[in-house]
């Protein structure tokens, strides 16, 4: 009997609806393939039920998505709704609620992806980022006082436990195991200056390091490592850090594989129930035009293929879109395909289907 996989689907804003639309393409022609099936529930989380209803997200969302095997969303962000509600409402409150404490990017250039880097090949970019994904500075531990006046007081506490700190750093060691590439684990942090929170980290990290002999344990301030994504890529293979500099490197990380376009990533509990996202914004003054990209949603459903076990399919998945990157598109950027976003994600569905 083949596997059912249930799915939540939570196509958002913007152009999250075409993208995932055409992820969800894809996986149908790769299920069909590889035998398995996908019973999928569509939510409508998101800026225009807010806008209309009020409500961000409902009571009992999480529970609700809890029954799932995973969660495929689009985008988050609505031009009428106020920067920071639909983000911290929807998205955070998800990732927090769901512990989904691991957020997974991976950082590869594909064939044929214009790389804003003089002289770098896919040979060159093909690393992941694992970034903590419930702690930190996002936790949003802190305050204001005196609020509006000339006294006003802010603080942002980053917010490190050793159980959260410890839990990203063993699935960072056991991914960079199981990737079985260069087998090097970096830690990016700022001991220099941030004595509390990355000595946490940087015990840690050796501490865990000892039972892994196999992968070499490696250092560097995350200021160093954004001068390094852009002079050595090619020195990566596994990042690991804490939330906030896992935002920031992965968005430099994006631009040097071609761009929001084509970035993917996974909000995972590995005990739990994982989320998968291209990890773009909703772009809204391209929704209903059939012009974006819908690249990076496909390469986030190959993710939660993978995770789920279908490891065949999900590469299927990356193959047929290194190979769309390489012999059929022009540019990732949107509108400049040379394809709509529905003839890209048809050509992705045809390819995976038979490579
Ligand atoms: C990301 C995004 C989010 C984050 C925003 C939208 C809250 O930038 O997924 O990287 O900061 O984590
Ligand atoms: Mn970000």
């Not at 035009?289 to 399919?313: F, H, Q, S």
Request: with cysteine; aromatic share 10%; hydrophobic share 40%.
């Amino acid at each position: 009997m083949s596997k059912t996989y249930r799915i939540g689907v939570i196509p958002g804003d913007g152009t999250g609806p075409e993208v995932v639309a055409e992820g969800i393409k894809v996986m149908n022609a790769v299920s069909q393939r590889f035998g398995f099936k996908t019973d999928l529930t569509y939510f409508d989380f998101g800026g225009d039920r807010y806008l209309k209803t009020g409500e961000v997200l409902p009571a009992d969302a999480v529970e609700q998505l809890q029954k799932f095997d995973a969660l495929y969303l689009g985008a988050i962000g609505h031009p009428d709704v106020k920067p920071g509600i639909l983000e911290k409402g929807i998205l955070l409150k998800l990732r927090f609620d769901l512990d989904q404490y691991i957020n997974l990017r991976p950082v590869k250039l594909y064939p044929g992806v214009e790389c804003p880097l003089k002289d770098k090949r896919p040979e060159d970019i093909d690393f992941v980022v694992v970034r903590e994904n419930t702690e930190g500075l996002y936790a949003g531990a802190g305050g204001t006082l005196k609020k509006g006046t000339a006294d006003e007081v802010a603080i942002q506490e980053s917010i490190n436990t050793r159980k959260g700190v410890e839990r990203c750093i063993r699935y960072a060691f056991e991914y960079c195991r199981k990737r079985n590439k260069m087998k090097k684990l970096t830690l990016c942090g700022k001991t220099n200056v941030l004595t509390f929170a990355f000595d946490l980290w940087e015990r840690t990290f050796y501490e865990v390091a000892k039972e892994y002999p196999d992968i070499k344990a490696d250092y560097a301030h995350v200021d160093a490592i954004t001068m390094w994504f852009v002079k050595n890529p090619e020195w990566f293979d596994v990042i690991v850090t804490d939330n906030m500099f896992g935002d920031i490197i992965t968005d430099l990380g994006a631009m040097i594989q071609g761009g929001m376009g084509i970035a993917a990533g996974g909000n995972i509990n590995p005990q739990g129930v994982s989320m998968f996202e291209p990890i773009g914004g909703s772009a809204p003054k391209y929704k209903g035009k059939n012009v974006i990209n819908p690249l990076a949603a496909i390469c986030a459903g190959g993710m939660m293929l993978e995770y789920l076990g279908e490891d065949e399919a999900g590469k299927a998945v990356e193959k047929a879109v290194m190979e769309v990157t390489g012999k059929h598109i022009r540019s990732l950027a949107a509108g400049q395909m040379g394809l709509s976003t529905a003839e890209a994600g048809d050509l992705v569905a045809k390819i995976a289907a038979t490579i």
